[in-house]
């Protein structure tokens, strides 16, 4: 069992920046793929980032350049540094851990671009 606990959303001006974390808790964390999705009003959620066991990471081609996901296996917590945000960057974002064919999620963080 994962249970995903995510911090660091708010409201921030477009161009600003934000830093989500998720601290996850269990034992297995550093053999979990680590996910961060977003779900807009109205859409579909997204994925926006992930980071494998091994560091490997991935991003949506909307984040690419602006979102860096990272890891510390040591303090069980995942983040995601948002930079240049947008206003179409408005949405909950939610932690994803993916072990064993089982995906856990955190409850959710809401981040609000606007002016």
């Known amino acids: 069992q994962v249970q995903l606990v995510e911090s660091g959303g708010g409201l921030v001006q477009p161009g600003g920046s934000l830093r989500l974390s998720c601290a996850a808790s269990?034992?297995?964390?550093?053999?979990?793929?680590m996910n961060w999705y977003r779900q807009a009003p109205g859409k579909q959620r997204e994925l926006v980032a992930g980071?494998?066991?091994?560091?490997?990471?991935n991003y949506a081609d909307s984040v690419k350049g602006r979102f860096t996901i990272s890891r510390d296996n040591v303090k069980n917590t995942v983040y995601l540094q948002m930079n240049n945000l947008n206003p179409k960057d408005t949405a909950v974002y939610y932690c994803?851990?993916?072990?064993?064919?089982?995906?856990?999620w955190g409850q959710g963080t809401q981040v609000t671009v606007s002016s």
């Open positions: 994803n851990a993916y072990w064993r064919l089982t995906n856990y």
């Open positions: 269990g034992s297995i964390f550093s053999s979990c793929a």
């Open positions: 980071i494998g066991t091994g560091g490997d990471t």
